[in-house]
């Protein structure tokens, strides 16, 4: 494609695969759809660390599951306990298979049958979706009536979309890092006219000088093409970050100082690649450079956050009731939360809002509607971050352990807010 015919809104953007791992490209829709969905028969939610082997996996989770079960010993009938026996060894009997061909450092798998009784030791489903991971997650296993989405969070704030660039005087490549993944996408762009500054050399004598200035005016025309093209693809594209990258780079340079507002202030690093790299390349090259990026941010929004809260009437909220209770006003732009905390919540099934504190029986009604009709949610926290997302904010899953400490000061949940 010529970069001077470049229209980003008559282009499809396809991905050209991932890599040998295979790591799911989980997007905010994904979670919205898990978000949303819910079953009177049930979900189990399972987190596994896999970096240990099949057999440390398998007696951690059926440790879990055995904890799990006699919790509910008394609450469910025996049909329950018989949906919940074959949902649980169903998952044990998929992370036997994942372990032929494992992929990811973690998994995340949520089930829910789709009645109750089960069929020739078979239960059929109404939900069954599985997310190989690039981190390991903590183990964990939920029961309750909504998928628990707290680690999926987690690990879409640390592997944030991602572009990179990668070009030289002639062409240009773009790639998506995402989840602790590369591809490629389909559109590749070049210069109509490239003139090589190689071919300077080749001049002698009257002329030599001129020639220069000429080929220099074209490259920085070049230039500011493809920045252009860039920012018009990345806001197409939904990039959070921008990398540069380029066989000499200088050239990266170069590109950098074209780029214009906001790309320039997103912009997080610049690498020297050769124009051929391929995706395990591109990808290990990149990964520190997004680790590094979303550490800075998440210290400079944890700094805020705390400047705000100990200002008076400062424009944040700290504590799980009162950070719902912003949430359900979109008035928080930053959501904030200790990765490992966790605690369930309602929703009003009338007008959909969220309610939580730390109270472990439900309000009597919806203090936005006045319904009594009152769904349980088994992972609030979650549920509460990505309707920030869904509203245009950020979600800050704190893991870190000295942020961590810093955020459960202040009630290990909060927001820096709108207004």
């Known amino acids: 494609m010529n970069i001077t015919r470049f229209d980003p809104d008559l282009m499809h953007l396809e991905l050209l695969g991932d890599d040998e791992r295979g790591y799911d490209f989980l997007d905010t829709d994904t979670l919205l759809e898990l978000k949303r969905y819910t079953s009177d028969h049930g979900v189990l939610s399972v987190y596994a660390d896999l970096g240990e082997g099949a057999d440390a996996a398998l007696t951690r989770y059926r440790n879990r599951v055995r904890a799990l079960r006699e919790a509910h010993e008394q609450d469910w009938d025996h049909e329950r306990k018989q949906q919940f026996d074959a949902l649980t060894e169903e998952v044990a009997e998929h992370l036997e298979r994942y372990f032929q061909a494992p992929r990811g450092k973690g998994l995340a798998l949520f089930i829910a049958p789709g009645r109750l009784r089960v069929k020739k030791g078979k239960l059929d489903h109404e939900l069954l979706r599985v997310f190989h991971l690039p981190e390991a997650p903590a183990d ?18 640390e592997h944030p979309p991602t572009g990179v ?21 389909s559109v590749k762009l070049e210069n109509p006219e490239p003139v090589p500054l190689t071919r300077a050399h080749n001049w002698h004598g009257y002329g030599t000088h001129n020639h220069q200035q000429w080929q220099e005016e074209h490259y920085r025309r070049y ?25 000499d780079g200088q050239e990266a340079q170069h590109l950098t100082e074209a780029l214009q507002r906001p790309w320039s202030e997103r912009l997080i690093g610049t690498l020297t690649l050769p124009l051929a790299a391929n995706l395990n390349e591109l990808r290990d090259a990149v990964a520190p450079v997004v680790a590094e990026a ?39 732009l930053h959501f904030i939360a200790d990765s490992d905390f966790h605690h369930a919540g309602w929703q009003c099934t009338d007008c959909g809002s969220l309610m939580a504190d730390l109270q472990a029986s439900a309000p009597e009604s919806c203090p936005y509607c006045g319904s009594e009709q009152l769904q349980e ?8 971050a990505l309707q920030v997302i869904n509203s245009g904010g950020h979600a800050e899953i704190v893991r870190e352990e000295d942020n961590r400490q810093r955020v459960n000061r202040h009630g290990r949940i909060g927001g820096l807010l709108r207004y």
């Open 140 to 157: 964990e296993l939920h029961w309750g009536n909504t998928p628990a989405l707290t680690q999926l969070l987690l690990q879409q704030d």
């Open 165 to 185: 660039v990668l070009f030289d005087r002639e062409h240009l490549r773009f790639f998506l890092y995402y989840m602790g993944e590369a591809a490629e996408y």
């Open 223 to 247: 230039l500011r093409q493809a920045a252009i093209a860039v920012g018009k693809l990345a806001d197409k594209a939904g990039w959070k970050w921008l990398v540069l990258a380029s066989p």
């Open 294 to 332: 979303e550490r800075k941010e998440e210290q400079e929004t944890l700094d805020q956050w705390i400047t705000e809260l100990e200002r008076p009437e400062g424009r944040a909220v700290a504590g799980l009731a009162d950070t719902a209770e912003a949430v359900q006003e979109y008035r928080v």
């Open 377 to 384: 949610r088994a992972d609030i926290v979650g549920d509460l």
